[in-house]
Each structure stands twice: as C-alpha cells, then as structure tokens.
C-alpha cells in the first residue's frame, strides 16, 4: 500500500520517462536571435531616452523591465502528538502554508510606471507547527498599473530574462562534488526530526518519497517552461475593473474587491509528516519544505489612454494650445525651442451644452512661455497680491441663478458641463521617427489610444503641408493605419502673420492657408473619402479654439458612439 504523501506528490506524473528529453527539447529552440537583436536595440534606446527626461529632473516612466516572484510555500513540520499519558502519539506535523499570488490591477489613479518596482517579491507561506497546525497562506501582491499598459512576458531566450528556480539552482550546484549536490539538494527539499536525518536517507520508505518527490518536480519544471514557451502572459489592460456590490448582498457580509490578473501563483506548502504514514512506516520522521513561487520577467509598456493625441514638429505649439484649452489647468512646459516636451501630459477639456470650454472662462487669454508666466507669478507673489486674490471656485459677487452659460471655470462650470474629453500632447514628431530616432517609438507609441489625432503644423514656417507629408508618413510607417484617425489640422501660430495689419502680408497669409487647406483636400484623403478639417488658430491668444473644440466634440462623440456599437 503506498503512502498517502506518495499519492499526493504523483498526482499528475503521468508521463514521467519522457519529461527530461521532452524539457532538453524545449529549452533548445532558439530559432529567434534577429528578434532578440532587435529588442536590445530598442531597450538601450529606451534607456537613453529615460536617460534624457531624468536630466530635466522628469520622472515620467513609461516602460519598464521587472521580474516577479511570487511567495514561497511555507514547510511542513515533522512531529509528533505528546500530552498527559500519550508519551508515544501520532505524527502531528502541519503543512506549510502557501505562498502568496502576485497579481496585476490597472488603476485610473495612476499615469506612470514610476511606481512599480523593478524587483516584485510575494509573501512567503508561514511554517507548519506541531498538533496538526498548518502554516498561514502568504497575502497575495497587488500590483497597480496605469491605466493602458500592455504586460508582456518576455521569451524564454532573451537574455535579459531572470533565471527560474531551477536554473538558480543548477547554477549554485555547478561546482558541488556529486556527493555535496545530492546532500544540497535534499536541503532544500526535506525537513527531518531532530537527530534521525542519517537514519531517514537509509530507509527505504524515504527513497520512495524522495523518487515520487523528484518525478513531480520534472513535471513541474516541464509545464513551467512549456507555459513560458507555448503561453507567454500578454496583457493589455486599457480598461479598470469596477467592483459593484449586489444590491440585494446580506448586510455586514465582506466582499472581495478585484485583485486584477493572476501573473505568478505561490508555491505550496510543505507536507507534514502525517502525509508519509503508511503499513511500512507508521512514525515517518520526515516532511517536505515548501516549493518557490512562480519566478517570470516582465515587460511593461504604457501606451497612453486619451481620446484626442497632438501630433506635430518640436515647437509647433501643442503645448500652448493643450494650455489654452485647459485654461492653464494642465502643466505642460511652454518655451521657444524644439523638444520641450519630452513626456507626454494628459489633460481634461470641459464643455458646456452652448459649446463653452473651461478653458475660454478661465480669465487667462494669454498663454506665454512658462519662464515668463513663472516670473510674474513671483513678482506678483512678492507684492502681496495673493494674499487677497480669489481662488477659482471663488466669485467676486452672486452669480445670478437665470445664467444659461458659465462664467467661471471650477465648481462653477460643473453646473453647465455636459462632455468632457482627455487630450494629450506629445513629444515631438521628427523624420525617421517611426525608426526610432529622436524620442521616436517612445513618442508614437503613447498616441496609439487616441481615438482620434489632430495634426498641429505651425502656420508662420514658409512651407506648413511639408510638415504634414513628414507626420502621416512617420505615423504610417510606424503602424500602417495608424494616420488613418486624423480628423483636424489646426494651423496654429496663425497670429504671426500679418500681424501689423499689413493688406499685402494679409493675401499672402490667406494665400498660404489656401495652399495648406488644397493639399490636406487632395493629398490627405481618409480611405472612407472624408476630408480633414484645417482650422487657423492662434493657442498663445486663445484665438479660433471654440471652433477646434466643437470638432474635437464631434469626432469624439462619433468614436465613442462606434465602440459602443462594437
């Protein structure tokens, strides 16, 4: 009769004479080195983009490299039931408890990777104790993420990847004697009575156990790599798991909240030694330690969620006109050379049912570049203005209760506001970015989301529509299709010409907006036959924006409507 532990330890080892030849067969394919190449380009590219938005003090991430490990099961213990007039009682050791999960939540509080750490380690199980007691199961690992991030395991041959438990050990056994291995590993995978551990290795019980141990553990390692082979984890989480009460739930019953997406399950626990008592062997004086949790690298990459992208040249004005659309709300840097921004900014456009954004009550109608307004900020901070100024949800007098339209932005606008959208700037777009040059696949990859792209092209450049040819090509090449969600060009800068009044500067202006508006009609055609919209706009004097946000609206609405359909 075999013993109750041998039974639980082969409950799955049905194919054990082929495990090792079928696992050698596994672990040498590596058919895919160009690709591997490949990947390491791009990695050293992306940290030296990390690189440069750290030296602008920057802490945006949005990619990063982690390896998981989820908790160790707890070990059983080897005991044995002693009370009052029992001097000889059973085996009474507990099982280990198992380790905890480690799972993956996306999470709307968040826009970076920043938070994440690099090194993900689950609670280990607690230990069985004497009397029957088992170990506590480890708590599992939740681990926040933005809201788009894509999760990526990364193959079994790429170098960057963290060895597995048994690789780990392999490695620290390499320099062993035979003799020391097989003491090493029985180490690692026993746990005996105090005093009995040379007796238990002589027994044949224990060799028994110790086979059947060593068979599940090849089945083990055989399904760990073929699921990391056959079934890598590739996650995309664009959308937040919302936990809803039943309505009709008892009261004072708890309910779990979403944990997110199981990455690496614990190990379990340890058996105790009343698992091991059979007709041979009625007091066994050995148990099992716990098994290590699950051990994967993973690649996180956050592709930006928002329903407007900004795609344009450095400089051309998309972080003005994200300002004057926000009304100053987002913090986007504002300066006079190319590459300002290097992280993409996300901000919120409010709209009221007449077509009014908070951005155009906001009282700023100017938006300078950023050093300036700082500087008038201090020298206003130092006159002592704050001290009595009114704070935007504050007014200056009643605001009448018969007002159809808002006045104010803050709490006050939440009265009118009927749709609000996301919008986003972008670092900046150059030739050659769809190969990763410039800010390149760290740029295009954070517009991916957008529902719909509005191409930004600075009106005062002598030629506006050679900008707009470099942009749909880049976006092209980068993912075809992907130019095909432009909706709007917004010639912006617009105030820098004729801006003295002069009528010969004034023709020539209309002049040019009529060329760029020929070329998007004939050279930008959607493959449904609709045609871009080209609105002149001035971001820096809030000029011409109700226009470009009524579309925005439009376009939104429509993209919404289409995946609601879907």
């Not at 690789?167 to 009995?196: C, G, N, Q």
């Not at 913090?331 to 954004?357: C, H, M, Q, W």
Request: proline share 5%; aromatic share 6%; charged share 30%.
């Amino acid at each position: 009769m075999a013993p109750v532990g041998l039974s639980y330890v082969l409950r799955s080892s049905v194919r054990s004479n082929t495990i090792f030849t079928r696992v050698r067969t596994i672990s040498s394919q590596s058919d895919a080195s160009s690709n591997i190449s490949e990947d390491l380009e791009t990695f050293r590219r992306r940290r030296k983009t990390d690189w440069k938005r750290r030296q602008r003090g920057q802490s945006f991430l949005d990619n990063v490299i982690v390896t998981v490990r989820a908790g160790k099961g707890g070990d059983g213990c080897a005991a044995f039931h002693r009370e009052k007039f029992k001097p000889f009682g059973p085996p009474s050791g507990g099982d280990g408890g198992r380790g905890g999960d480690v799972y993956i939540l996306p999470t709307s509080h968040l826009t970076t990777l920043s938070s994440v750490p690099k090194k993900i380690r689950g609670e280990n199980g607690t230990h069985g104790q004497g009397t029957w007691q088992n170990g506590k199961a480890g708590s599992p690992l939740v681990i926040k993420v933005p809201l788009g991030t894509i999760v990526r395991q990364l193959p079994w041959d790429d170098p960057r990847r963290a060895k597995d438990t048994w690789e780990s050990e392999e490695e620290s056994l390499a320099e062993l004697s035979p003799t020391d291995k097989r003491d090493k590993m029985r180490d690692k995978r026993w746990v005996h009575y105090p005093l009995y551990q040379d007796a238990n290795v002589e027994r044949d019980t224990f060799k028994d156990a110790e086979e059947a141990y060593y068979k599940a553990e090849r089945i083990r390692r055989y399904e760990s790599r073929r699921k990391a082979m056959d079934e890598p984890i590739y996650l995309d989480l664009d959308k937040e798991e919302v936990f809803e009460r039943p309505v009709d739930a008892p009261l004072g019953i708890g309910h779990q909240e979403p944990l997110g997406h199981l990455v690496a399950a614990g190990g379990l626990g340890g058996l105790g030694n009343p698992h091991f008592v059979s007709a041979e062997n009625r007091s066994p004086k050995f148990a099992t330690r716990g098994i290590e949790g699950e051990r994967l690298t993973l690649s996180l990459e956050l592709k930006l969620l928002a329903d407007i992208g900004l795609v344009g040249m450095p400089n051309a004005g998309k972080s003005t006109l994200l300002r004057a659309l926000t009304g100053g709300r987002a913090k986007s840097e504002v300066a006079g050379y190319a590459f300002t921004t290097l992280n993409p900014v996300v901000g919120i456009v409010r709209v009221a049912e007449d077509g009014t954004f908070e951005g155009a009550v906001s009282g700023q109608t100017v938006h300078d570049e950023t050093w300036k307004e700082e500087q008038v900020a201090r020298e206003r901070a130092e006159r002592g203005e704050y001290a009595t100024a009114l704070t935007r949800n504050q007014t200056s007098g009643e605001i009448p209760e018969t007002l159809i339209a808002p006045v104010k932005p803050g709490h006050h606008f939440d009265v009118f506001e009927t749709f609000r959208f996301t919008i986003a700037d972008n670092p900046g777009l150059i030739s050659r970015a769809s190969e990763n040059v410039g800010l390149g696949h760290a740029f295009l990859r954070s517009m991916e989301r957008s529902l719909a792209l509005v191409y930004v092209v600075d009106l005062s450049m002598d030629n506006p529509w050679d900008e707009l040819a470099v942009l749909r090509e880049e976006l092209e090449k980068y993912q075809p299709g992907m130019s095909e969600k432009g909706r709007i060009v917004v010639a912006n800068k617009a105030d820098l010409l004729a801006g003295d009044g002069d009528p010969v500067a004034v023709e020539e202006a209309k002049g040019k907006l009529r060329k760029l508006e020929e070329y998007v009609k004939n050279d930008m055609v959607l493959p449904d036959g609709r045609q871009l919209d080209v609105i002149p706009t001035s971001a820096k004097f809030s000029q011409n924006l109700k226009k470009v946000v009524a579309l925005m609206q439009k376009y939104v609405d429509e993209e919404r409507e289409c995946m609601k359909d879907e």
